[in-house]
């Protein structure tokens, strides 16, 4: 038995998804006509209350989709200095858009409307880039699972209005928030000009991620999309997946986040262990006494086939998901406890 807890994007399509990928209904979805593929973005536009919504093959197209649609060559974006947009796409925002990086110092990974309002640049002062675009993250990936408070969101949304600039959601975990904070999809819908959700994190599905978004948004990418190369013909087997994703594997997050809570609250009592973040999510993020190494322990938990990994300065992850079971965790608790260095 593997117990890979290094993200929740290793889970495997189960027999009853891939039953449900084999019976899609598929076409040309370039053409628009694939009625899989359709079904899917108009399920999650309606559940989001957004116009329309596109299919992606990764939450990194979607994001720099987003971002490209969202600006033009030499403006800037506001985010946080940990967001997944800047951090662990490639460099995709200067690359894919020409666009600078205005990075906040948030609190695990999340920021404020003071913040924001901070680093706007004047925009008659035309020696600085123009800023045209706030990315939020939510949950937060590198911040550890944090999810935001709607307040702020909606104070970040004022500033965002009152100074012309678009507001992009980096949802890739947004259903985790949604099920531990008890949001609905409806209040994001309201407040985001775009968001991207991922159907291959937590939900299981082994592909897909969708952009959502006025018609107009929408319209700009597919253009978008086509330049990236992103465009899919018989994208309904996957489509599929994540209809089966969405339908099954939503509510159950929470039985994720018990079990990283649970594993939070043990390791904060054994002896090697320092701190451990706050844990609101899927994601657990601890690290170790000075005498300790990472390395040591993530090579002791290998020998008992668990697998976890570093984020490095000293900062360790722990993801749980769909394939980590109940007898899972516990041989895993048991298995920390018995552990010595
Ligand atoms: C995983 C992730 C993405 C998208 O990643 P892909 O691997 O391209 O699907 C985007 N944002 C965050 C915060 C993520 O964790």
Redesign the pocket.
């Known amino acids: 038995m593997e117990i890979n807890l290094v993200?929740d994007?290793v889970t495997r399509p189960g027999h009853e998804m891939l039953q449900q990928m084999f019976r899609a209904k598929v076409g040309d979805d370039v053409y628009k006509q694939d009625p899989t593929v359709v079904q899917l973005e108009e399920t999650v536009a309606d559940l989001f209350g957004m116009e329309a919504a596109l299919f992606f093959p990764?939450?990194?197209?979607?994001?720099q989709t987003a971002i490209k649609l969202h600006t033009n060559p030499g403006d800037e974006l506001i985010c946080d200095k940990w967001?997944?947009?800047f951090n662990?796409?490639g460099g995709g925002i200067a690359f894919n858009s020409g666009v600078s990086s205005q990075l906040i110092d948030g609190d695990r990974g999340m920021i404020t409307a003071n913040q924001v309002l901070d680093a706007i640049n004047p925009p008659d002062f035309y020696h600085s880039p123009l800023t045209s675009l706030v990315c939020i993250?939510n949950?937060?990936?590198k911040g550890g699972g944090a999810c935001y408070d709607l307040q702020t969101l909606m104070e970040i949304s004022e500033v965002c209005k009152t100074n012309k600039l678009g507001y992009h959601l980096?949802g890739?975990?947004l259903w985790n928030a949604l099920v531990a904070k008890k949001q609905h999809p409806k209040q994001f819908g309201s407040m985001f000009d775009t968001i991207?959700v991922?159907l291959?994190?937590g939900l299981g599905a082994p592909v897909g991620?969708l952009l959502l978004g006025k018609q107009e948004h929408i319209n700009k990418a597919i253009r978008i999309r086509k330049v990236f190369g992103g465009g899919m013909r018989q994208a309904g087997y996957l489509a599929a997946a994540g209809l089966y994703a969405l339908q099954n594997n939503v509510s159950r997050l929470e039985e994720d986040h018990r079990r990283a809570r649970q594993l939070g609250n043990f390791l904060q009592q054994l002896p090697w262990v320092d701190k451990v973040e706050p844990v609101e999510t899927n994601i657990l993020i601890f690290s170790l006494k000075p005498q300790y190494s990472e390395a040591a322990l993530m090579e002791k938990l290998k020998q008992k086939s668990i697998f976890i990994s570093s984020l490095g300065k000293g900062k360790l992850r722990i993801v749980t998901h769909l394939d980590y079971k109940e007898v899972m965790h516990n041989y895993v608790i048991e298995t920390l406890q018995k552990l010595t260095f």
């Open positions: 993200s994007t990764s939450g990194t197209m979607a994001n967001s997944h947009v662990y796409e993250e949950t937060t990936n980096d890739a975990r991207s991922c291959s994190k991620s």
